[in-house]
Structure formats: structure tokens, C-alpha cells
């Protein structure tokens, strides 16, 4: 097994658990608001406000889900933006979705009080496609969240499929299933599991180019190198930032996609750059070259 098999299973597991993590809470605040609306309004419950578990349950996912990938990375800022923009998208997408669940069934609590064919023919139609939607809402957070909305696009599009596929399986397991809070927990934590994979950690798996961190704190991080200018920097804001690092400028310098490879080009901002241990301005990378920038080191692969 490679170097890249192993950082990639390592950090696998690191967005599965903190995904789960993710999804119980979510589920939490979601039978909360449920719990709390019913105990408030019982039966009578205002049209209005049987939207909001939805919105709970959207909100508290965007907030822990989307920053997942800048809270393995340590990279603070970026971190608290994500969050932002996840829990708005995602109060706004469970709004749209979980919360009209709500309003068709008679039961505030779910789907309860249908005949099981009823319950499965409910859940199938509805509840996978409303995963599906919520999941690519937290997705295009996570990109947008940090400044690369094109990235936050093809995150949710990869989360669309994959949300689609589980909502309906947790779909077909809520409907089965005797309806009891802990279901929901399960479903819902797996679900957001396997959500954290689909959308964070697929792009670094399928990666044609990246780069790979050599140098403490981030050792062994892979860095997905994709599209056609890519600032190199202390700075979050750059697409890829190495904000731990000393003598690194905020931006430091710029990968560019010409053809079918990536050439490192010195910004001319004071600092070095050095691929191989030697200075360059400019150089077309290949296969194993090391890039030295100030403290960091890393190495740049791509698949043959």
C-alpha cells in the first residue's frame, strides 16, 4: 500500500466519523423542535412553524458538515466562514424540504399514524429526494463558504446522486422499521457519514493532479489540484493555503493548468520558490518534483 492510500484512508475515516458526529446532532436538534413544537401547540400545530425542524435540522447539519474539510486542514477562518454559509444554506434547504415532510402527513411526528404501504409509498417519493437537495444545498456551502463556488458546485452535484441514492435507502428503513426517535438518529448519522465522503473526500480519491504536504503540521494532507489558476499562499483565502507556514507571503505564488500539466510561476512578491531544492521563476511540473516554499514542503504527483 502507497503513501497515498494510506493518507487517503486515514482521512476517509476522519470525514466518516466527524460526518456521523454531524448527522446526530442534526437529528437532535431536528426531533427537538419536534418535541418542543408538539409539546407547545399539540395537535394544533400552526402551519408556520411546522416548517422550523426542517430549518433546525438543516441549520445544525450546514453548520457542523460544511466545514468539515477546513477543520482537518486547521485552517480557523475559513473554517468559521463555512460554517456561516453552511448553516444559512442549510436551514434554507431543510425549510424547502424536511419541513413540508411535516405538513403531509397527519401526524407532526412523521409518518406514524399511515398503513405501512401508505408510510413507504410517502417515504420512498418524498424523503429521498429532500435528502438529495438538502445534501447538495451543505455541499455548494462548503465551497462557496471559502470563495471557490465553481468547486461548491461540483461538490453539490456529487452530493445530489449520492444523497438522492441514501435518502431513498434510509427511506425504505424508516418505512420498514417500527418509527422510534433512535432510527432516526441512526439513518440520519449514517446518512450525513456517508454524505461527508461523497462530497469531501471523493475529490481527493479520484484526483488526476495534487499536491502532498511533506512538512509539519499538515503532513501528509493531499491537496486536490484542480482548475486553471491556483493562488499558492498564507492566506485562507487562496485556493490553496498554507497559513501555518513561515516566509511563505500571502500570496506566494501561482500554479497554471497549461494543456494537460501544472506550472509553477514565482509571483515576484520577495519570497522563493524552489522545485527540486533549485530557484525558479517558472517551471512545468512533473511526477515527484518537490516544491519548497518557504518552510513548507511538498510534492506534486499526478496519475499516469
Request: hydrophobic letters at 50%; aromatic letters at 10%.
Amino acid at each position: 500500500m502507497n503513501w497515498r492510500s494510506v493518507s487517503l484512508r486515514r482521512t476517509a475515516w476522519q470525514f466518516a466519523m466527524l460526518g456521523v458526529g454531524a448527522g446526530l446532532c442534526a437529528a437532535a436538534g431536528y426531533e427537538g423542535a419536534l418535541g418542543l413544537m408538539a409539546g407547545l401547540w399539540g395537535p394544533g400545530l400552526p402551519i408556520a412553524l411546522g416548517f422550523l425542524p426542517g430549518a433546525a435540522f438543516g441549520l445544525v447539519l450546514g453548520l457542523l458538515l460544511a466545514p468539515l474539510d477546513e477543520l482537518v486542514g486547521h485552517y480557523p477562518l475559513r473554517m468559521l466562514r463555512t460554517a456561516g454559509a453552511g448553516a444559512l444554506l442549510g436551514a434554507l434547504g431543510g425549510l424547502l424540504t424536511l419541513g413540508p415532510l411535516e405538513l403531509l402527513v397527519p401526524v407532526a411526528g412523521g409518518s406514524a399514524a399511515l398503513p405501512l404501504t401508505e408510510a413507504a409509498l410517502f417515504h420512498w417519493a418524498l424523503l429521498g429526494p429532500a435528502l438529495g437537495v438538502l445534501s447538495a444545498c451543505v455541499a455548494f456551502a462548503s465551497g462557496f463558504g471559502i470563495g471557490q463556488p465553481r468547486l461548491g458546485l461540483r461538490r453539490a452535484v456529487w452530493s445530489l446522486g449520492g444523497g438522492l441514492l441514501s435518502g431513498t435507502l434510509l427511506a425504505g428503513a424508516f418505512a420498514l422499521l417500527p418509527h422510534s426517535p433512535w432510527f432516526h438518529f441512526a439513518g440520519f448519522g449514517l446518512w450525513a457519514g456517508l454524505l461527508a465522503l461523497v462530497m469531501l473526500w471523493r475529490e481527493k480519491r479520484f484526483a488526476r493532479r495534487w499536491l502532498r504536504v511533506l512538512s509539519a503540521p499538515g503532513e501528509d494532507r493531499i491537496l486536490p489540484l484542480q482548475g486553471a489558476a491556483l493562488r499558492i499562499g498564507k492566506l485562507e483565502s487562496n485556493e490553496i493555503a498554507l497559513p501555518f507556514y513561515q516566509e511563505i507571503y500571502p500570496v506566494h505564488c501561482t500554479l497554471r493548468r497549461i494543456g494537460q500539466q501544472y506550472q509553477i510561476v514565482d509571483d515576484e512578491t520577495g519570497g522563493m520558490v524552489m522545485v527540486n531544492f533549485r530557484q525558479v521563476q517558472e517551471q512545468t511540473l512533473k511526477t515527484g518534483d518537490l516544491v519548497k516554499i518557504g518552510s513548507a514542503l511538498l510534492q506534486y504527483g499526478e496519475v499516469s
